[in-house]
């Protein structure tokens, strides 16, 4: 029988209750067991124009709420999530395969992105720009419209969270289209919305694979779409989005560098590379898959990370290991294709390198040393626990290695001096760069990346922009007769 992970039956949402949807049946599976969740029935190309429809509607009322009230009903979701964090947590663990402790601080992650942009409801402010004595210009921030949110499933409530909350903070409406293998937290945050006053068609989620997604983002109305995901698929949305002419922030794929230099400290250096490639079983698009050290301390580094790795408990995510499955027999699959392509070429596998005999997507942290920067398992986003290392001579060296790849989300430096860590972190293409502790930045740093990793920024005050419009308005006011 369906493991129900959900208090209510997994269907669409749409100007504030519940419908089934009318297209094609899905099945999905616990990816540590195996065994059948929820099942779910995906949108008609209708249901998406009705979720639209519902979120133009509620716009002039959304928008139209005085800010502190906005503030209010964010501030009441956040509280509301928190409160439900445990049973939040459970479900995207199930779902998604990730640890407990993880998905738990996805949870948080998502009722703190709702406070953080609660705060600034009220501070949205234009500015005057003096014209001379009989002209004044003014700009208004507005609310860019209705907003699609096309989500990933390896980050399913926090990704939702950062691209939702600060589109309802600017006074936008949301419709949101999670992944077709993690459905459920999109649905409960709908809900909760309800709950915590959002207007009916304020937040509407609509359920499907590639084409849902298509439709939404192509669909007349929207004016903006944010997208998580492959940079292939991030190229199609973004076509698609030509349609209506709406705006596109995408967050794509990565194949983040990490430097470790001949001064570093080690054991910093081993925990950050493992967390940056082993945390939720390498499924991180900023994930620090490519090591780059000097020659002086690349074997004792990859020693302290086969040490530390082999020390990780595998497990049901809801025992909460260390490395939970991957998410689906398809990401199992393509994993393992590179990994096998990868010795079948010749390169040296030190870790690893084989799926665990047990029931479940499960798949070790494997380490590939000494590879060279061509290889296509050093070029394309594996998307798994697969960590690559190259050798360099010297801080330069390490620049061009790292800097010779087609991504450029996020990279890392490990050195004791400031002045080459700074130099690294001026001349690396990325849009995050990370000194002596990889991936730690917070939510309220702005999030993006350069090259084929993506388009706009997320997270802080930067991740506001996108939903809104700015208006100028000149007065022309002749003297007094």
Not at 32 to 42: D, K, M, V
Not at 193 to 216: I, Y
Request: one cysteine or more.
């Amino acid at each position: 029988m369906p493991v129900s992970v959900s208090t209510a039956k997994l269907g669409l949402w749409i100007g504030g209750e519940p419908q089934p949807g009318e297209g094609a049946a899905r099945g999905l599976v616990n990816p540590a067991t195996e065994t059948p969740l929820e099942p779910f029935c995906e949108a008609i190309e209708d249901q998406v124009g009705q979720a639209v429809a519902s979120a133009a509607a509620a716009l002039p009322i959304w928008a139209g709420t005085l800010p502190g009230r906005r503030a209010a009903v964010l501030l009441r979701l956040a509280d509301l999530i928190a409160q439900e964090a445990d049973r939040l947590a459970r479900i995207e663990a199930a779902n998604v395969g990730k640890p407990l402790s993880q998905a738990l601080r996805d949870v948080g992650r998502a009722a703190d992105y709702f406070r953080f942009y609660a705060g600034v409801c009220d501070k949205l402010n234009g500015e005057t720009i003096p014209l001379g004595p009989d002209q004044t210009a003014l700009t208004l921030a507005e609310p860019v419209g209705v907003t699609a949110h096309i989500l990933p499933w390896n980050y399913p409530i926090s990704t939702l969270a950062r691209g939702m909350a600060p589109a309802l903070a600017a006074g936008a409406t949301v419709v949101a289209k999670p992944s077709e293998l993690t459905p459920f937290s999109a649905f409960e945050v709908a809900r909760l919305a309800k709950q915590a006053g959002l207007p009916d068609g304020a937040c509407n989620v609509v359920l499907g694979g590639g084409d849902v997604g298509a439709a939404l983002a192509g669909y007349p109305k929207i004016a903006h779409v944010t997208f998580t995901g492959s940079t292939t698929t991030g190229r199609r949305v973004m076509q698609a989005a030509s349609v209506p002419v709406a705006g596109v922030t995408l967050e794509l794929g990565g194949k983040s560098p990490v430097i470790v230099l001949e001064d570093a400290d080690l054991e910093a250096a081993a925990d950050g590379v493992m967390r940056g490639i082993f945390f939720n079983a390498g499924q991180v698009c900023a994930a620090g898959s490519r090591l780059i050290c000097t020659r002086g301390v690349h074997d004792a580094l990859v020693d302290k990370l086969a040490q530390k790795t082999r020390a990780m408990g595998v497990g049901d995510p809801l025992d909460d290991p260390a490395l939970g499955p991957l998410v689906s027999a398809a990401q199992l699959a393509r994993v393992e294709g590179f990994v096998q392509r990868a010795k079948g070429q010749g390169m040296t596998c030190a870790l690893g390198g084989a799926r665990l005999e047990r029931p479940g997507y499960f798949y070790p942290p494997t380490i590939f040393t000494d590879v060279p920067p061509e290889a296509e398992i050093a070029r394309e986003e594996v998307f798994g626990p697969v960590l690559v290392t190259h050798l360099c001579d010297d801080a330069e060296d390490a620049l061009r290695i790292a800097n010779d790849s087609p991504y450029g989300l996020v990279a890392g430096v490990y050195t004791q001096s400031h002045d080459t860590a700074l130099w690294l972190a001026r001349r690396l293409e990325a849009g995050q760069v990370f000194v002596n502790g990889f991936l730690t930045g917070g939510d309220t740093v702005p999030f993006g990346g350069v090259k084929h990793s993506g388009i706009g920024r997320e997270k802080g005050l930067a991740g506001l922009s996108a939903y809104l419009a700015t208006k100028s308005i000149i007065l022309n006011h002749a003297r007094p007769t």
